[in-house]
């Protein structure tokens, strides 16, 4: 997630669109205060809507925790999984060594 300043912002606006792009999330802020939220204008944000979209994103950038994402997306948290999944966006946060490791033990 990134933070920009209005002045930033201003200086920068070819960044900022860059970030937008990738499907960076970005709080805009005046004197360290944030004012607002952009979420990238993409698929999950049409189908899912904004809550959603911004919770999905949050989980996946490690701002938010599994259940807290769940909690903003207003979500029981089996069914915030099942999205999850249908996306493709894992729940297991092993990379491939880890899951290996774990793998071996059994």
């Known amino acids: 997630m990134q933070s920009f300043g209005i002045r930033e912002l201003r200086e920068n606006i070819g960044s900022f669109a860059a970030e937008a792009e990738a499907g960076v999330i ?3 802020t ?3 205060t944030p004012l607002t939220v ?3 204008f993409d ?3 049409i189908n899912l809507g904004a809550h959603k ?11 938010l ?7 903003l997306a207003g979500m029981p948290m089996d069914e915030f999984i099942r999205i999850l999944g249908a996306l493709g966006i894992s ?7 880890q ?6 033990q059994f």
């Open 91 to 97: 729940v297991i946060g092993y990379d491939e060594n």
């Open 43 to 45: 698929e999950t944000l």
């Open 99 to 104: 899951l290996q490791q774990e793998l071996d």
């Open 30 to 32: 005046r004197n360290g």
């Open 53 to 63: 979209s911004l919770a999905i994103k949050l989980y996946q950038e490690e701002v």
């Open 26 to 28: 970005s709080v805009i």
């Open 38 to 40: 952009n979420i990238p």
């Open 65 to 71: 925790s599994l259940n807290k994402a769940a909690k």
